[in-house]
């Protein structure tokens, strides 16, 4: 007699009693709300005391779908949703019409040169080769918006690589760029597991020009290093000039609220390949103190 073949479950799955719920008959029960399915009924999902529900699901759903990628590690791109292609960038400043305006657009086209740093960088790391697990590194992480962000995720898809968009939802009406991988697309709710999935598979971090949204960002990153919170990666201000300009880290350092030390965290870098080989300098230097 053969060996009977054990059934892998004997329960149905949730897909199939959901759509069987679909076509119950219709009566008072089965139309009233508290008949629905819990994981169906969208009123309840919602609810003030199903937060912790919520926060759980989307921390869950973007690590599923990295893991189903074979995603290990990301290349992070912070930058404003504000700073066009040279391009645009010259246009806007065309269309000035008065003094203001004017040198704002001024400095948004000496900016410019920043889309073009980021699409550059996504490329170059975009185009490393799996590791020997098959595992993807690297793989370029912006917020899925305009500008610094879209020129991310265009640099990975210039090369014919796929890259992730972390959007969210904002009262003001928005979408991804095209340039992100339509699987890799992932929209939040929650400002704060946005900002954790960003830093969970981060291995080095790349922080352009930018307002409020990328200042909370960085300096998130920076004090979780700065307290140990997590491991050092690499941290890179592209742009000197703005950066000194919008931030007097020094001044921090003299007035004795932050060490010196801690201004080793980051490194300023202008260009493309000088990012690429500060990365590459410290995960070198790291594989050699491991092996001593």
Same mark, same amino acid.
């Given at each position: 007699?053969?060996?009977?073949?054990?059934?892998?479950?004997?329960?149905?799955?949730?897909?199939?009693?959901?759509?069987?719920?679909?076509?119950?008959?219709?009566?008072?029960?089965?139309?009233?709300?508290?008949?629905?399915?819990?994981?169906?009924?969208?009123?309840?999902?919602?609810?003030?005391?199903?937060?912790?529900?919520?926060?759980?699901?989307?921390?869950?759903?973007?690590?599923?779908?990295?893991?189903?990628?074979?995603?290990?590690?990301?290349?992070?791109?912070?930058?404003?949703?504000?700073?066009?292609?040279?391009?645009?960038?010259?246009? /806007? #400043?065309? $269309?000035?019409?008065?003094? @203001?305006?004017?040198? =704002?657009?001024?400095? !948004?086209?000496?900016?410019?040169?920043?889309?073009?740093?980021?699409?550059?960088?996504?490329?170059?790391?975009?185009?490393?080769?799996?590791?020997?697990?098959?595992?993807?590194?690297?793989?370029?992480?912006?917020?899925?918006?305009?500008?610094?962000?879209?020129?991310?995720?265009?640099?990975?898809?210039?090369?014919?690589?796929?890259?992730?968009?972390?959007?969210?939802?904002?009262?003001?009406?928005?979408?991804?760029?095209?340039?992100?991988?339509?699987?890799?697309?992932?929209?939040?709710?929650?400002?704060?597991?946005?900002?954790?999935?960003?830093?969970?598979?981060?291995?080095?971090?790349?922080?352009?020009?930018?307002?409020?949204?990328?200042?909370?960002?960085?300096?998130? /990153? #920076?004090? $979780?290093?700065?307290?140990? @919170?997590?491991?050092? =990666?690499?941290?890179? !201000?592209?742009?000197?000039?703005?950066?000194?300009?919008?931030?007097?880290?020094?001044?921090?350092?003299?007035?004795?609220?932050?060490?010196?030390?801690?201004?080793?965290?980051?490194?300023?870098?202008?260009?493309?390949?000088?990012?690429?080989?500060?990365?590459?300098?410290?995960?070198?230097?790291?594989?050699?103190?491991?092996?001593?």
């Amino acid at each position: 007699m053969n060996d009977p073949k054990v059934p892998n479950r004997v329960f149905p799955r949730a897909k199939q009693d959901a759509e069987s719920a679909k076509t119950v008959v219709p009566t008072p029960q089965t139309e009233n709300p508290a008949y629905k399915l819990a994981f169906q009924d969208m009123d309840f999902l919602l609810r003030e005391d199903l937060r912790p529900v919520r926060f759980q699901l989307e921390l869950l759903k973007p690590q599923l779908v990295l893991d189903e990628a074979n995603i290990a590690s990301t290349f992070v791109m912070y930058g404003s949703a504000r700073i066009p292609e040279p391009a645009k960038a010259q246009a /806007l #400043l065309e $269309l000035a019409t008065d003094d @203001k305006s004017r040198r =704002i657009a001024e400095r !948004l086209v000496a900016k410019s040169k920043y889309y073009e740093v980021a699409r550059e960088l996504a490329r170059i790391v975009s185009e490393l080769p799996r590791d020997e697990d098959g595992k993807r590194q690297f793989v370029v992480c912006s917020g899925g918006g305009p500008s610094i962000m879209e020129a991310a995720n265009r640099g990975a898809a210039d090369v014919g690589q796929e890259s992730i968009g972390l959007n969210i939802v904002l009262p003001h009406e928005q979408a991804p760029n095209p340039y992100v991988t339509p699987s890799l697309s992932l929209q939040f709710h929650y400002f704060a597991l946005r900002k954790m999935h960003f830093l969970l598979h981060a291995r080095a971090l790349a922080a352009f020009p930018g307002g409020f949204g990328t200042f909370d960002e960085l300096f998130e /990153l #920076l004090t $979780l290093i700065q307290t140990g @919170k997590i491991k050092p =990666i690499p941290v890179l !201000l592209i742009g000197r000039e703005f950066w000194d300009k919008v931030v007097d880290f020094q001044a921090l350092v003299d007035e004795g609220v932050v060490s010196e030390r801690d201004l080793s965290i980051f490194t300023y870098v202008e260009t493309a390949e000088e990012a690429w080989d500060v990365v590459k300098r410290f995960y070198e230097n790291q594989a050699a103190a491991e092996g001593a």
